[in-house]
């Protein structure tokens, strides 16, 4: 039996722009704890590693891992808290599908390509997203930062999935839009279809990536590019 080809797709940025629903649960739990509130664009930099790093990162600058105060930590795990909670209850207010996404689901699920979600959303959280945006039936995996005792850049995120898939890493490749999912693929050597302007504050040339596009319009042709036999 032909072994199927595998796809592993990041979440936030890339199959899903969910910046502006992030931004307000962001914005609502730092008015709540009294600090400065940031625009679409500034969460697009700074999302992608969780919601911790992302209060750490809107904070302090950076995704605190040490704390000079027991206060710093206590503050960050209540906003963490309060950021999920109100996300979960708000997740698709106005978050949209990437431009010719449905499209290229379907195209994949037409040539027997066997689909995952690879993404640093909380795992509840990813599969509520995705059921409610109407893509959920298309994967038959998904896996957030909470699935495994790890998750990107860590290239194990990407290769248990595709071992979970009983996939081949020969016959894999991760679509993503940041420096997590370059980094990831390139440490699993997979090939990373990179889209521009994702959520990252690095410049595309700064990230590793074998393709680069802009939305799905037009996917197909770099995929099928891959499959063979």
Not at 12 to 29: E, I, K
Not at 50 to 75: C, M, N, P, T, Y
Not at 153 to 181: A, Q, V
Not at 212 to 225: A, N, P, Q
Request: proline letters at 2%; hydrophobic letters at 35%.
């Amino acid at each position: 039996m032909t072994q199927k080809y595998t796809i592993l797709f990041d979440l936030d940025g890339t199959l899903v722009d969910t910046a502006p629903d992030l931004m307000n649960a962001h914005n609502h739990v730092m008015k709540k704890y009294g600090y400065p509130t940031k625009s679409t664009e500034e969460i697009r930099g700074l999302v992608g590693q969780g919601a911790s790093a992302l209060i750490g990162r809107s904070i302090w600058g950076q995704a605190k891992k040490e704390f000079h105060s027991v206060d710093d930590k206590k503050i960050k795990d209540k906003m963490s808290k309060d950021f999920i909670n109100f996300y979960g209850k708000n997740i698709i207010k106005e978050s949209t599908l990437i431009n010719g996404v449905k499209e290229f689901l379907k195209w994949c699920k037409e040539k027997n390509i066997s689909m995952a979600v690879c993404t640093n959303k909380q795992e509840h959280l990813a599969i509520d997203l995705l059921k409610k945006i109407e893509i959920y039936d298309y994967f038959e995996y998904v896996a957030g930062s909470n699935t495994f005792d790890y998750c990107k850049p860590d290239p194990r995120h990407l290769t248990s999935i595709i071992e979970i898939l009983s996939g081949d890493l020969k016959k894999s490749l991760m679509i993503g839009d940041s420096e997590n999912d370059a980094n990831a693929a390139k440490a699993a050597s997979i090939p990373l279809i990179l889209l521009e302007n994702g959520y990252t504050e690095k410049n595309t040339n700064e990230i590793y990536h074998n393709h680069l596009i802009k939305d799905f319009i037009g996917v197909e042709k770099i995929v099928s590019t891959y499959l063979k036999d």
